[in-house]
């Protein structure tokens, strides 16, 4: 959806701070077998996985590979949208209106902005309903009836229209003045702006959909603090967030920056899970903070954002030589030509798709296997990894995990787990060879 690609550089580093992990191929390929013969890695995963029930995982498959469509989909459409806009001089016609409203540039960005963002979201709107709303109650993941989920969707319009109408200001401030190197210092300015977004997130933004409490539970706040503890962190409080509010699925997160950091789960988590998989999943999620993920992600975002806008610089006067005249538009510093720049960046964007992917899914490997060393619950994980199976399709073959996951599939997240718990059956408190049958808490 064009919306949602205009904010795709800001949504692809807050995405980072999610929960996610992925195993490289090649790591999985050749790994040599475990050295303990008395455990079998390879039964174990397959007995984790034989507790899916079938139609369980037919219907995860269907849902996860139903999304790839909707990438191709929301591509589609917001292709179609910058092609109408441009074609049928709207956003000229957007743009001079602006002009009339006010003489300064910065102004008229904002004011060309506001009618962008309200346009496109009222013509993809039967896509958003949809894609977030009807889909998500047909796949059981979703909690909230229409009312509160159109709440919601108004004030993720909100803070689109505040933060991607600075973002925007922003950046063709940085055009207009460096016409020539205007993007490397625009991916600056863009980086600047996610440390900012991420800065104010835990603080301004989050609150807004759901509410943040101190665990209280002093069964699992303890042995939470004190894993943080162990790893380093100072932490003396741990936030629980009301995602049942919204969905059915487990989660945790880190968000924040420079102060601002906080690993939260969610209630769903609380409620469905088993001390070892709480245990598993917060030291998961200290591994991003310990591992510096975060600032790392930053960097391959200022790098990946800079390559993108070079293209762009390129491509964007490649098509207005073309059809600038056609459509109206000036020059590069020109708003009108801004549908061009998104559509332009979201091809960017989908043909790097499997890189982005595998840097996320990297991280989110390391995060695993810090997770699994810190917490020492490889049964956790798989039980886990089998909860977060409910919405990511557990086997997938490994061209589909490298261009799609940004987590590591199930099937590889227990095989890792499993691969772990074989080397260190010694050290381990209580040993079952097979995972339990009984049912999870
Ligand atoms: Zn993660």
């Known amino acids: 959806m064009i919306k949602k690609t205009c904010v795709m550089g800001i949504l692809l580093g807050l995405c980072l701070l999610g929960v996610t992990p992925l195993l490289s191929l090649a790591q999985s390929e050749s790994t040599p077998p475990p050295s303990s013969t008395r455990f079998d890695t390879e039964a174990a995963t397959e007995a984790y996985l034989a507790k899916m029930p079938a139609d369980k995982q037919a219907q995860s498959n269907a849902y996860f590979e139903g999304g790839y469509w909707l990438q191709l989909w929301d591509f589609l459409i917001g292709a179609c949208i910058a092609i109408l806009l441009l074609a049928g001089k709207?956003?000229?016609?957007?743009?001079?209106?602006?002009e009339r409203m006010t003489r300064r540039k910065p102004l008229q960005t904002i004011i060309y902005w506001t009618q962008y963002m309200i346009i496109t979201s009222l013509i993809t709107f039967p896509m958003t309903?949809?894609?977030g709303f009807f889909r998500e109650h047909k796949y059981g993941l979703a909690t909230q009836t229409f009312g509160p989920w159109l709440g919601d969707q108004g004030k993720g319009l909100l803070i689109g229209l505040i933060m991607g109408g600075i973002l925007t200001t922003l950046i063709y401030g940085v055009i207009r003045k460096l016409p020539r190197t205007w993007w490397l210092w625009g991916a600056v300015v863009m980086m600047a702006f996610l440390v900012f977004s991420l800065l104010i997130s835990p603080i301004f933004i989050d609150p807004l959909f759901n509410k943040y409490t101190s665990l209280t539970d002093q069964k699992i706040r303890g042995p939470i603090l004190s894993l943080a503890r162990a790893n380093g962190i100072e932490a003396n409080d741990v936030k629980v967030f009301d995602a049942s509010r919204q969905t059915t699925r487990v989660s945790a997160n880190v968000s924040g920056f420079l102060g601002t950091e906080r690993i939260a789960l969610n209630d769903n988590l609380l409620r469905r899970?088993?001390?070892p998989e709480i245990e598993t999943v917060m030291a998961h999620e200290m591994g991003h903070y310990v591992l510096h993920h975060i600032y790392k992600m930053l960097l391959f975002f200022l790098v990946i954002v800079a390559i993108g806008f070079a293209f762009l610089r390129w491509s964007f006067n490649f098509c207005t030589r073309k059809w600038g005249e056609k459509?109206?538009?000036r020059d590069i510093g020109d708003v009108a030509g801004f549908p061009l720049m998104i559509l332009?960046?979201?091809?960017f964007f989908s043909v790097m798709t499997p890189i982005n992917n595998t840097l996320i899914r990297v991280q989110e490997v390391e995060a695993d296997l810090f997770?699994?060393?810190a917490a020492r619950q490889p049964d956790g994980e798989a039980e886990v990894a089998l909860?977060?199976?409910?919405y990511r399709k557990m086997s997938p073959g490994p061209v589909e995990e490298f261009i799609f996951y940004d987590h590591p599939s199930g099937r590889n997240r227990i095989l890792m787990a499993m691969r772990w718990k074989a080397e260190n059956l010694a050290t381990l408190p209580t040993v079952a060879v097979a995972p339990s049958t009984a049912p999870v808490r």
């Open 90 to 98: 709207l956003s000229a016609r957007m743009r001079n209106l602006a």
């Open 129 to 131: 309903v949809y894609e």
């Open 273 to 275: 899970c088993t001390l």
């Open 327 to 329: 459509w109206g538009i």
């Open 344 to 347: 332009l960046f979201s091809i």
């Open 371 to 373: 997770g699994l060393n």
């Open 387 to 390: 909860k977060l199976g409910e």
